[in-house]
């Protein structure tokens, strides 16, 4: 099972782009790359998914290198209401649901 | 459509009550899931299920049990309350299992147990 490390906590302020790293050395060849945005007081949001190169949707891009052994959330010119916790996974299709994993997340602030 | 929905929103209880959570999804998804989420942490997962009538473990299950009598349902139940199990529960579903899969999340219950 892929174990991920994100930075626990950043900050940035109104208008930046913003890149969260999730680390994942021991990634599968069949895993992929899930972000969640979690508020507060509300529940995680899918945001977006990979397996390689760079997917974009209108929320943010995920840029993952060749070797697959990290990813990159980037958040571009980001607003008050991007401040919340951002969960990487790593994972298979269709792998059974008790090796689902959150990990702590990175917290993110944004500040005007 | 509403998701998923969870009842109830808040709930106290004193040590040794029990109460049911329950969740509700109208996407008609296979799989349903009950996580919880202490204070400054990832979600963990409690209990799942790949169907009706069907419900296994996840990581943290002591004290709880859980049932899926209905496709659309997901109940989630305390026997005897503790003041460990003082947490905020997230219920979601999925119309295909695993880590890849987008789940949808409810809105949480808060609970403390006194």
Redesign the interface.
Known sequence: LAKTTQPISMDSYEGQEVNITCSHNNIATNDYITWYQQFPSQGPRFIIQGYKTKVTNEVASLFIPADRKSSTLSLPRVSLSDTAVYYCLVGALYSSASKIIFGSGTRLSIRP | NAG?TQTPKFRVLKTGQSMTLLCAQDMNHE?M?W?RQDP??????IH?S?GEGTT????VPDGYNVSRLKKQNFLLGLESAAPSQTSVY?C?SSS?????????????TRLTVL
């Open positions: 998923v799989y899931y996580y400054g942490m990832g979600l963990r997962l799942y790949v296994a473990k996840g990581e997230f979601a295909i299992q695993g880590m890849a899969n987008e789940q949808f999340f409810g809105p949480g």
